[in-house]
Protein backbone atom coordinates (compact mmCIF):
# COMPACT_ATOMS: atom_id res chain seq x y z
CA UNK A 1 0.00 0.00 0.00
CA UNK A 2 1.43 3.40 -1.14
CA UNK A 3 2.22 5.90 1.59
CA UNK A 4 -0.70 8.46 0.47
CA UNK A 5 -3.12 5.71 1.17
CA UNK A 6 -2.15 4.46 4.06
CA UNK A 7 -2.58 8.06 5.28
CA UNK A 8 -6.02 8.27 3.52
CA UNK A 9 -6.92 5.65 5.64
CA UNK A 10 -4.95 7.03 8.85
CA UNK A 11 -7.61 10.10 8.23
CA UNK A 12 -10.97 7.99 7.96
CA UNK A 13 -10.34 6.11 10.86
CA UNK A 14 -9.46 9.53 12.98
CA UNK A 15 -12.93 10.54 11.53
CA UNK A 16 -14.72 7.83 13.20
CA UNK A 17 -13.44 8.02 16.62
CA UNK A 18 -16.43 9.00 18.91
CA UNK A 19 -17.07 12.53 19.73
CA UNK A 20 -19.46 12.81 22.72
CA UNK A 21 -20.56 15.99 20.90
CA UNK A 22 -20.97 14.62 17.53
CA UNK A 23 -22.02 11.09 17.69
CA UNK A 24 -21.64 9.57 14.19
CA UNK A 25 -22.12 6.48 12.17
CA UNK A 26 -20.50 5.00 8.78
CA UNK A 27 -22.11 2.67 6.21
CA UNK A 28 -20.38 0.55 3.21
CA UNK A 29 -22.95 1.13 -0.03
CA UNK A 30 -23.94 -2.51 -1.05
CA UNK A 31 -26.04 -3.18 -4.12
CA UNK A 32 -29.41 -1.84 -3.68
CA UNK A 33 -28.61 0.89 -2.00
CA UNK A 34 -30.38 3.47 -3.83
CA UNK A 35 -33.48 2.12 -2.73
CA UNK A 36 -33.16 2.49 1.36
CA UNK A 37 -30.04 2.64 3.88
CA UNK A 38 -29.91 0.79 6.95
CA UNK A 39 -29.04 2.60 10.41
CA UNK A 40 -26.60 0.36 12.21
CA UNK A 41 -28.86 -1.03 15.09
CA UNK A 42 -26.43 0.47 18.07
CA UNK A 43 -26.18 4.13 16.91
CA UNK A 44 -30.47 3.63 16.31
CA UNK A 45 -30.81 2.35 20.14
CA UNK A 46 -28.46 4.81 21.73
CA UNK A 47 -29.19 8.12 19.75
CA UNK A 48 -32.48 7.63 17.48
CA UNK A 49 -34.96 5.35 19.49
CA UNK A 50 -37.46 6.86 21.82
CA UNK A 51 -35.25 10.30 21.73
CA UNK A 52 -37.04 12.05 18.75
CA UNK A 53 -40.83 12.84 18.29
CA UNK A 54 -40.71 13.19 14.45
CA UNK A 55 -38.84 10.82 11.93
CA UNK A 56 -37.68 13.25 9.05
CA UNK A 57 -34.00 13.46 8.90
CA UNK A 58 -32.37 16.96 7.74
CA UNK A 59 -28.96 16.32 5.51
CA UNK A 60 -26.45 18.08 4.70
CA UNK A 61 -22.82 18.16 2.97
CA UNK A 62 -19.95 20.09 2.22
CA UNK A 63 -20.13 19.48 -1.47
CA UNK A 64 -23.57 21.26 -2.25
CA UNK A 65 -25.10 24.47 -0.30
CA UNK A 66 -28.58 23.10 -0.16
CA UNK A 67 -30.55 20.67 2.58
CA UNK A 68 -32.36 17.26 2.13
CA UNK A 69 -35.44 15.74 3.74
CA UNK A 70 -35.26 12.09 4.29
CA UNK A 71 -37.45 9.74 5.88
CA UNK A 72 -36.84 7.30 8.55
CA UNK A 73 -38.88 4.31 8.75
CA UNK A 74 -37.64 2.21 11.52
CA UNK A 75 -34.01 1.73 10.82
CA UNK A 76 -33.95 2.75 7.27
CA UNK A 77 -33.82 5.63 5.57
CA UNK A 78 -35.94 5.46 2.48
CA UNK A 79 -38.05 8.36 1.10
CA UNK A 80 -35.98 11.53 -0.55
CA UNK A 81 -32.67 8.88 0.24
CA UNK A 82 -32.50 8.15 -3.21
CA UNK A 83 -32.53 11.96 -4.37
CA UNK A 84 -29.57 12.68 -2.04
CA UNK A 85 -27.62 9.67 -3.25
CA UNK A 86 -28.17 10.77 -7.15
CA UNK A 87 -27.01 14.45 -5.87
CA UNK A 88 -24.08 13.30 -4.73
CA UNK A 89 -23.32 10.42 -7.57
CA UNK A 90 -23.11 7.67 -4.78
CA UNK A 91 -22.08 4.43 -5.96
CA UNK A 92 -21.46 0.49 -4.50
CA UNK A 93 -18.53 0.74 -2.55
CA UNK A 94 -18.51 3.85 -1.44
CA UNK A 95 -18.72 4.60 2.15
CA UNK A 96 -20.76 7.54 3.86
CA UNK A 97 -20.12 8.96 7.40
CA UNK A 98 -22.79 10.46 9.18
CA UNK A 99 -22.38 12.75 12.38
CA UNK A 100 -25.21 14.04 14.12
CA UNK A 101 -24.68 17.60 14.33
CA UNK A 102 -28.31 18.21 16.03
CA UNK A 103 -32.05 17.52 16.23
CA UNK A 104 -32.41 14.85 13.52
CA UNK A 105 -29.87 16.77 11.55
CA UNK A 106 -26.70 14.88 10.06
CA UNK A 107 -23.82 16.22 8.14
CA UNK A 108 -22.81 13.55 5.42
CA UNK A 109 -19.45 12.53 4.12
CA UNK A 110 -18.91 10.20 1.39
CA UNK A 111 -15.80 8.56 0.79
CA UNK A 112 -14.37 6.43 -2.40
CA UNK A 113 -13.53 2.96 -2.30
CA UNK A 114 -9.96 4.39 -2.02
CA UNK A 115 -11.14 5.63 1.24
CA UNK A 116 -10.49 9.04 0.76
CA UNK A 117 -13.37 11.81 0.16
CA UNK A 118 -14.57 11.95 -3.03
CA UNK A 119 -13.72 14.90 -4.91
CA UNK A 120 -16.47 16.52 -7.33
CA UNK A 121 -15.90 18.79 -10.54
CA UNK A 122 -18.70 21.18 -11.69
CA UNK A 123 -18.78 22.82 -15.35
CA UNK A 124 -17.47 26.25 -15.43
CA UNK A 125 -19.19 26.86 -18.73
CA UNK A 126 -22.15 25.35 -20.86
CA UNK A 127 -20.14 23.05 -22.73
CA UNK A 128 -19.03 21.34 -19.95
CA UNK A 129 -22.63 21.57 -18.72
CA UNK A 130 -23.61 20.24 -21.85
CA UNK A 131 -20.87 17.64 -21.32
CA UNK A 132 -22.44 16.02 -17.63
CA UNK A 133 -26.01 16.57 -18.41
CA UNK A 134 -26.42 13.16 -18.22
CA UNK A 135 -24.89 12.86 -15.10
CA UNK A 136 -27.61 12.86 -11.88
CA UNK A 137 -25.45 14.35 -9.64
CA UNK A 138 -24.82 18.61 -10.21
CA UNK A 139 -20.54 17.42 -10.55
CA UNK A 140 -18.49 14.09 -11.83
CA UNK A 141 -16.18 12.10 -9.82
CA UNK A 142 -13.82 10.03 -10.74
CA UNK A 143 -14.87 6.37 -11.68
CA UNK A 144 -13.62 3.25 -9.83
CA UNK A 145 -14.18 -0.51 -11.17
CA UNK A 146 -17.12 -2.42 -9.23
CA UNK A 147 -18.43 -4.90 -12.20
CA UNK A 148 -17.02 -8.19 -10.99
CA UNK A 149 -18.28 -10.43 -8.34
CA UNK A 150 -17.97 -14.03 -7.95
CA UNK A 151 -19.82 -16.83 -5.98
CA UNK A 152 -17.50 -18.34 -3.13
CA UNK A 153 -19.07 -21.33 -1.02
CA UNK A 154 -17.92 -22.29 2.26
CA UNK A 155 -16.51 -25.65 1.93
CA UNK A 156 -15.04 -27.76 5.02
CA UNK A 157 -11.31 -27.56 3.63
CA UNK A 158 -11.51 -23.54 2.83
CA UNK A 159 -12.30 -23.34 6.26
CA UNK A 160 -9.89 -25.79 7.65
CA UNK A 161 -6.88 -24.04 5.80
CA UNK A 162 -7.97 -20.30 6.26
CA UNK A 163 -7.49 -19.54 2.47
CA UNK A 164 -10.00 -18.59 -0.09
CA UNK A 165 -8.76 -19.02 -3.93
CA UNK A 166 -10.48 -16.52 -6.13
CA UNK A 167 -11.30 -17.47 -9.38
CA UNK A 168 -8.46 -17.17 -12.29
CA UNK A 169 -11.09 -14.11 -13.86
CA UNK A 170 -10.33 -11.79 -10.94
CA UNK A 171 -7.22 -11.50 -12.45
CA UNK A 172 -9.06 -9.14 -15.06
CA UNK A 173 -10.86 -6.95 -12.14
CA UNK A 174 -9.38 -3.48 -12.24
CA UNK A 175 -10.09 -3.26 -8.53
CA UNK A 176 -7.46 -5.39 -7.59
CA UNK A 177 -3.97 -5.29 -7.58
CA UNK A 178 -1.25 -7.78 -7.18
CA UNK A 179 0.83 -5.42 -5.41
CA UNK A 180 -1.92 -4.74 -2.77
CA UNK A 181 -1.71 -7.15 0.51
CA UNK A 182 -4.50 -6.59 1.50
CA UNK A 183 -8.62 -6.52 1.55
CA UNK A 184 -11.43 -5.95 3.17
CA UNK A 185 -14.39 -8.12 3.42
CA UNK A 186 -17.96 -7.03 3.60
CA UNK A 187 -21.29 -8.82 4.73
CA UNK A 188 -24.54 -7.87 3.99
CA UNK A 189 -25.63 -5.40 6.82
CA UNK A 190 -21.69 -3.46 6.13
CA UNK A 191 -19.70 -4.43 8.64
CA UNK A 192 -16.12 -5.72 7.47
CA UNK A 193 -13.37 -8.17 8.16
CA UNK A 194 -9.73 -7.00 7.38
CA UNK A 195 -7.74 -10.18 5.42
CA UNK A 196 -4.04 -10.83 3.77
CA UNK A 197 -4.70 -10.93 -0.14
CA UNK A 198 -1.60 -12.16 -2.49
CA UNK A 199 -1.37 -13.22 -5.95
CA UNK A 200 0.07 -16.79 -6.64
CA UNK A 201 2.05 -16.05 -9.67
CA UNK A 202 2.73 -19.73 -10.76
CA UNK A 203 -0.98 -20.39 -10.56
CA UNK A 204 -2.01 -17.17 -12.23
CA UNK A 205 -4.86 -16.46 -9.40
CA UNK A 206 -5.54 -14.41 -6.01
CA UNK A 207 -6.40 -15.99 -2.72
CA UNK A 208 -7.26 -14.35 0.77
CA UNK A 209 -6.29 -15.34 4.35
CA UNK A 210 -8.94 -14.76 6.72
CA UNK A 211 -11.86 -16.63 5.50
CA UNK A 212 -12.62 -18.60 8.68
CA UNK A 213 -13.14 -15.59 10.83
CA UNK A 214 -15.30 -14.24 8.73
CA UNK A 215 -17.12 -17.41 8.53
CA UNK A 216 -16.96 -17.91 12.18
CA UNK A 217 -18.57 -14.52 12.73
CA UNK A 218 -21.06 -14.61 10.28
CA UNK A 219 -22.36 -17.65 11.25
CA UNK A 220 -21.95 -19.36 8.20
CA UNK A 221 -22.56 -23.56 7.71
CA UNK A 222 -20.90 -25.65 5.20
CA UNK A 223 -22.34 -25.50 1.70
CA UNK A 224 -23.33 -21.75 2.05
CA UNK A 225 -23.01 -19.55 -0.75
CA UNK A 226 -22.24 -15.74 -1.34
CA UNK A 227 -21.94 -14.12 -3.97
CA UNK A 228 -19.36 -10.91 -4.08
CA UNK A 229 -18.75 -7.64 -6.09
CA UNK A 230 -15.31 -6.26 -6.04
CA UNK A 231 -15.13 -2.78 -5.84
CA UNK A 232 -11.78 -0.92 -5.84
CA UNK A 233 -9.55 2.21 -7.93
CA UNK A 234 -6.88 -0.89 -8.45
CA UNK A 235 -4.30 1.18 -5.60
CA UNK A 236 -5.51 0.25 -2.62
CA UNK A 237 -7.80 -2.31 -0.39
CA UNK A 238 -10.56 -3.68 -2.17
CA UNK A 239 -13.91 -3.90 -0.91
CA UNK A 240 -15.13 -7.68 -1.11
CA UNK A 241 -19.33 -7.16 -0.85
CA UNK A 242 -21.96 -9.79 -0.06
CA UNK A 243 -24.98 -9.49 -2.39
CA UNK A 244 -28.19 -9.20 -1.41
CA UNK A 245 -29.52 -12.62 -2.06
CA UNK A 246 -31.35 -13.03 -5.33
CA UNK A 247 -31.50 -14.62 -8.71
CA UNK A 248 -29.95 -11.44 -10.89
CA UNK A 249 -27.34 -11.37 -7.94
CA UNK A 250 -26.13 -15.20 -8.44
CA UNK A 251 -26.83 -15.11 -12.44
CA UNK A 252 -24.49 -12.50 -13.14
CA UNK A 253 -21.58 -14.29 -10.84
CA UNK A 254 -19.84 -16.18 -13.34
CA UNK A 255 -17.22 -17.52 -11.64
CA UNK A 256 -16.66 -19.65 -8.92
CA UNK A 257 -14.01 -18.90 -6.04
CA UNK A 258 -12.39 -22.94 -4.75
CA UNK A 259 -10.54 -23.80 -1.49
CA UNK A 260 -7.61 -25.66 -3.59
CA UNK A 261 -5.86 -25.92 -6.82
Not at 27 to 49: E, N, R, W
Not at 198 to 206: A, L
Request: charged share 20%; glycine share 8%.
Amino acid sequence: MSSSSLICLIFVSCLLMVQPQEPHFFQPLLPGFQTYLTIPIVFFSKHIQGKTNGNTWTLTSDSMDQTWQVIQEERRLTRGWKEFAEAHDLRIGDIVIFKLKGSMVFHVTPFGPSCCDIQYTYPNSMEEAHDHQNNTGTGARFSYSWDYCFKAEVTDSNVREDKLDLPVGATGCNALNKECKKAKLVNIEGKAWNVSMRFNESGGFYYIKGWRKFCAENKCHIGDSFVFNVVGDGNTWPLMCVCAPSKECFKSAGDIASSSR
